[in-house]
């Protein structure tokens, strides 16, 4: 259970927020077109494999670590194209 909601946040964080908060700082900065897009959508990639790599090196729960990796991988073939298709139809 703590394990879900540990994973949970942290997948909300990468997936959802990260993105958001690129775009919102991006945009308060002037920032825009491909720039923006590009970023935006890099902030929404899943989560790095040295991560999970790092978390079982040095015993900082390799299984939570391991389950956001794997997670988020396939919830970010839905969330990228979905912050494409925004940020496309946004008209920047």
């Not at 923006?36 to 079982?56: F, H, N, R």
């Amino acid at each position: 259970q703590r394990q879900l909601g540990a994973a949970a946040w942290g997948l909300g964080w990468k997936l959802l927020l990260a993105p958001l908060l690129c775009w919102l700082l991006g945009t308060a900065a002037g920032v825009e077109g491909l720039v923006l897009t590009v970023g935006v959508l890099q902030a929404a990639m899943a989560p790095m494999v040295s991560a999970a790599i790092l978390a079982d090196e040095y015993e900082l729960d390799p299984a939570l670590a391991n389950t956001v990796l794997g997670a988020g991988i396939v919830l970010s073939l839905l969330t990228v194209p979905l912050a494409d298709y925004l940020m496309v139809g946004a008209a920047w």
